[in-house]
């Protein structure tokens, strides 16, 4: 009787998005964290907000959406924001970013004889950074006196539930299946419990994390050597992008790496890099 009641509930719901309700939310969610829904994707809102529409007890999401950009209710702003945050990720995504560090980056860093910060802006759940954990290590297997001075690795992202998986370290079996290579899994990583597997502290004290709103906020990272920034830029436009670009090349140190996606591109910040073509693929130098 009760779930009769509840299913009830759930179908009077009215799920469907209206021009002005879509618009106003686009407007909100660019303000707050730069992402461009662009037209008509009414559907992709309404699938993300629904589970909202839900638990905070909406008739409609429009009624949410109206509720959202307002702001008059700060728990529900910050999940929707959450749940229009994409957080696909695997470890070693494309592989080739990973194969230029280890084969040209890290030599390149080692020789310097300094301290060497990486950062890995919009790391999601912490596949990447700690995937560049996992090269800089198998780096200094080979190499045992490469970075004596030492690593730091900062994973920063807009979502704190993503902060907080990656600070844990502990990720499902069928997660590490995703890109990950079983020797890697079997040196750096070991079983939790319930079938879970959790990365061991050599890994975790290469990597730190910490939220940061890459359109609203500048990161402080003033002498990172490398910047991985991957698989994001596409979700803003060109003026952010370029924004965004920039506070990279403020942080980078001169000669400073930038990795960025496969379909990303430079934006309006050209003048602040140089393009570096290997057999690998394609990575960028700070002037």
Avoid at 99 to 120: A, Q, Y
Avoid at 241 to 249: H, R, V
Avoid at 262 to 280: P, T, V, W
Wanted: with cysteine; hydrophobic share 35%; glycine share 6%.
């Amino acid at each position: 009787m009760a779930w009769n009641r509840i299913e009830s509930e759930v179908i009077k719901v009215n799920k469907e998005v209206s021009d002005k309700s879509y618009q106003s939310f686009s407007t909100f969610l660019y303000k707050e964290c730069g992402i461009v829904l662009g037209g008509a994707k009414q559907y992709l809102v309404r699938s993300r907000l629904l589970p909202l529409v839900h638990e905070f007890g909406f008739e409609s999401v429009d009624s949410a959406i109206a509720t959202i950009t307002a702001r008059t209710n700060l728990k529900l702003c910050k999940a929707a924001i959450e749940v229009m945050t994409t957080n696909e990720t695997l470890w070693f995504r494309d592989k080739y970013p990973y194969e230029i560090l280890k084969n040209t980056v890290l030599p390149n860093f080692s020789k310097l004889n300094k301290r060497l910060t990486v950062w890995s802006a919009a790391c999601s759940t912490g596949q990447e950074p700690y995937s560049i954990a996992m090269t800089v290590l198998e780096y200094q297997r080979q190499n045992p006196s490469a970075f004596s001075a030492g690593v730091s690795i900062i994973g920063t992202d807009l979502s704190l539930k993503v902060l907080e998986q990656s600070q844990s370290g502990i990720y499902e079996e069928i997660a590490l299946k995703r890109g990950l290579p079983d020797d890697m899994r079997q040196r750096y990583f070991h079983q939790h419990e319930n079938g879970t597997y959790i990365v061991n502290d050599q890994l975790k004290r290469l990597v730190s994390f910490k939220q940061l709103n890459l359109v609203t906020q500048k990161s402080s990272y003033q002498k990172a050597g490398i910047v991985f920034c991957r698989n994001v830029l596409i979700y803003f436009d060109n003026e952010e992008k370029t924004n965004i670009l920039q506070n990279i090349s403020a942080c980078l140190q001169k000669g400073g790496t930038l990795f960025l996606g496969a379909s990303e591109s430079l934006a309006g910040a050209q003048d602040q890099f140089d393009m570096i073509k290997s057999s690998s693929g394609l990575y960028y130098s700070k002037r």
